[in-house]
């Protein structure tokens, strides 16, 4: 490897061709040896990949040692977890998701609190606003207030302990208004129960802010509970065949709680079908996330463009259906609606949001919503994480090239789509010199005045 063709090679330089990242980049002998002309290029071009090498390896090193420490440290004591192992880019919305999937979503504690409130204060199916405004008063002693905010803030609850009042903000309809009711006993009842620090017990977070996102997700898992009581809720769920329209007609509910719901049957004695939700814009960002089913989502936020939630758009007023395949054939049956919050009429100033459901493809039979296949292979949308984890090669909706294969085209072979992977056997040129497959074959020319 010292010597290519006739031209003395850097040393270095020549080691380089064996790294597996450049060879990805199919980085050819011929290109190596003229960097090799100048000495100071290449001996900084080789000083630089080697430091690049020497910090990869020290902070795999580093991370696996503290992976084993975590995971050591975690196995004594009990009911704690250690995560998904440490990640530069784990924030404390990640570390919540991962509290709530280590929880499979689903606390009893909460139901107990819940059920015992409607106990106590003879609540029914159908919860009003007007209920929950004394529940506060008289069990905890807080007055409810309505005043509109400032100029410029769209803050919309507020607690002021020291005159013991609830603020909210009288543009809040019926159903957002009760929610935020239930979600502000929910935060009374965490408080003094003391229940975040029973629930979340030994683990340790990894962000000072995570137990506090914690505390604000267990108010509304507490809302959710108060205001869709497990039992009639499980029962409604299994008689109506999970349609969730119509089991927020049932409770006076929105589509969204409905479906953050179903995401809690986890009751091993009354256990609904595992699902996965997302929550998604326009613009195809995801604020809310949630793996019942073991689907895995891409780091940042992101997803596939091919998937319900983001198709949703499309069809507004109606629910979009669809199965999806995983490029390692793992299948599922997917729904999302999208909800529509305008403000002055406006749908701009105001908000849109898809909410998507899915659960394993062989669960859509026990749904209002699933649809009829034979073939899963032949109805199913190929679909994978997000663009820039995704295997597959022949994606027409690719939106960025995938981290799995080094980035390449041929600007005489054009694919579908310009950011699929383009694979050995069907470029017309290799490395750019001319030069098909086969080293004796020559490529296709076009003809004078042929069209691109």
Known sequence: MSTLGEGRVDEALAKLLDEPLLKSLDIDPESLQSLSAEPKLAGTVAALFNLYKNTRTQLENVLAQLNAEERARTQTVPGSSSGPGLRFDYSPFDEVSDFLQTHHNYFPELEEQAEALRRDFKLGRLLTSQQLVPLLEERFGYRVRFESAASGSSVVRRFDPETQELILSPDLTEQPLKFQLAASIGLMVLDKEKLVERIVGA???RHAETQRLIKVNLANYFAGALMLPYGDFFKEVERTRYDVELLSNLFGTTYETVAHRLCNLSDPKRKGLPFHFLRSDIAG???KRYSGTGIKFATGGGSCGKWAVHLAFLNPSQITRQYSMMPDGTSYFC?????????????????AYSIGLGTHAENAKYLAYGLPTTDLRKDAVPSGISCRFCERTDCNQRAAASYRFAFSFDEYTKKDCFFSPLLVHEAG???????ADSLDKQPRRRNKGEEH
């Open 429 to 435: 040129r290799s490395n750019g010199e001319g030069r």
């Open 285 to 287: 960002n995801i604020s």
């Open 335 to 351: 729904f999302a609606k999208v909800q529509l919050q305008p403000i002055e009429g406006s749908i701009v100033r105001g908000t």
């Open 203 to 205: 683990v340790r977070t």
